[in-house]
């Protein structure tokens, strides 16, 4: 456990900008307030020990995918207000009360006698222990990881498929 | 360790998964105008398969360690998850008979059609052995990711789109929910294997913490069987999404959600009792909550029906009606209710295809999907209009077709539990049914009372159209023939299961 002042810096933080994706007007100061979340949640991975989990935070998300959703906001050129009515008050209102039961009904159940989490040792979360998870022989999660490579092969046909340009379509409405 | 056992036991996946594989590269070999050739291919490999299925479920010994699981416990193939697998198979199957000839699949593109048919597929069959939390939240974003795509597969169609759109969002918030429920209980057991998640629940299962996780679990699943309240997707994804892709999500994926939440429901929630005191005992009520959610999801379904113009929009609603009968059995958590769960799913197999089959064929002959184009149909189409009928008549549950025989061993698998709140839930699904004689019996007296439309345009039934319907209205009507064979085989595979429970 890291030391609780990172915690409530990095956590407030992490709030704060979250809600900054929502209520930013530009797309583009939500794509940034999006990252500066992602750079927040691995400060408390960092802080939990789980320093491979914060590292491809930093590398995939706030770094590969932020960078591809800049990229899409800047050559759309969606600057500005999109048009779009801003939301209704008490629309907002219902939102937030939402919001705000939700939250409190967790911190209640939280705080009411959670079970205890079974103790973990020093390794636990490293990126050693990861890899030995993943690729070990005889580790159970061996399974899985292959079954992710299918489930990533067929998201990959499957975003081909809806967004190749369909030169075909002249012919296809006449046979 | 990997043993020969474990590649027996995952021998449908494998076979599905080369033949994915395979139509992917034959997709790129063949010409546009042959790509739906790949149909054949995959539908080999869908038939291979369920003889695999066949063979695992028929053999004399079952395979040791069936119940514990493959994979050091991350596949599960006992004969429950086995018989869930035929129903994939046979609603994959369906998909691309029904999809050869549809008007809204362009030629170019059924290779990826059947590519990601085969995938949904794979999702499913993982989903109904999946052992371990990982597992299944893995297996239900495979079946998920595919079917977002297949929703949205007619191009330059603003329905198929906002369906597509809609799927994604509400499947990626209910996923989130999935995925956070299952981190908390990671967090708290530290195993992610479910008997194990159940086993270290049993002590602490009363806080409310478990609670809320077993709950957000909840949402992910429920999402998948359309369970009110989150059936929203239902209606827009079912009318936007070409028709073999209605009929497969509606048979298929809520087929794959009940039996990973039967696997859930039964491996975590009712071990999670102290001292392990069977499924009475439980510390978290999911039968309680289960039983609200099963009466508010077939209310909420068969009254929103009511009124529909569209009819995908209208079996879209009864198939959400359809999700609370099954979650209602799902309470009994007994050998019967299992069994008489995947008897209904084999009949609602053959009344849904055959039912979204006539669909396709009149809106591929008007280019819309409006209830004024069954105006008559019984005088100028006999058969299409009868066949129809049948399968209406069969949704609704009346003898002597094969929904009266699925409700029946559905509703008796209720009473026979014997106490009042089990009769109180028998006494609203059948309050359900009445309502849906309704909606139901709408359609059946546009065809014959009422008269053509004038310019209304002849649809044409093919030849193997015709067969598949024929076939299919046959069995509906005349359940008597294989009934009981696939009842008995039904109570077998659940009697499996019933073990895995003890």
Redesign the interface.
Known sequence: MGHPFCFWIAGTLAILTALGVILARSPLYSALSLAATLLSTAVLFISLQAHLAGAVQVMVYAGAILVLIVFTVMLLNLRGDSGEKPLRPAAAAAGMVVCAAFFLGLTAFFAVDAPTPPAVGPEFGTAGAIGRLLFAPGSRFVYAFELVSVLLLAALVGAIALGRPGPEQGKDAAS | ?LTLADLDAIAPEITL?VT?GLV?VLDLLFR??ERRLTGWLALSGVTLAASQIVKNLAAAAPLPSAAAGF?????VADSTASFFKLIFCLAAAGAVVIGYRSSEI????HG?YH??LL?AT??MC?MASAG?L??VY??V??LS??S??LA??I??NPRSSEGALKYVIYGGVASGAMIFGISILY????VTDLVLVGQG?A??A???????AFLFMLVGLGFKVAMVPFHMWAPDVYEGAPAPVTAFLSIGSKAAGFAVLLRVLFSVGAQAAPGGGGIEAAAIPWREMLAVLAVLTMTVGNLSAIGQRSLKRLLAFSSVGHAGYLLAACTTATASGVSSILFYFVVYFLMTLGAFHVVVLVSNATGRDSDADYAGLGWKQPFLAATMSIFLVSLVGLPPTAGFLGKWYLFTALVEMGSWKFLLLTLAALLNSVISLYYYVYIIKKMWIEEPAPEGRRVVVGFVPGILLAVLAFLTVYPFGYGGAVLAAASKAAGDRASFLR
């Open positions: 360790m998964a994915l992917l546009p105008a994979f050091s416990g991350m596949f362009s030629r170019a593109r990826e590519f990601l995938a794979l999702g993982f371990d990982v597992m893995l297996a974003e495979m990711q595919a977002y795509i949205g597969y191009r330059n967090g708290f057991t530290g629940l002590g602490t009363s806080s409310p913490a478990a609670l809320m």
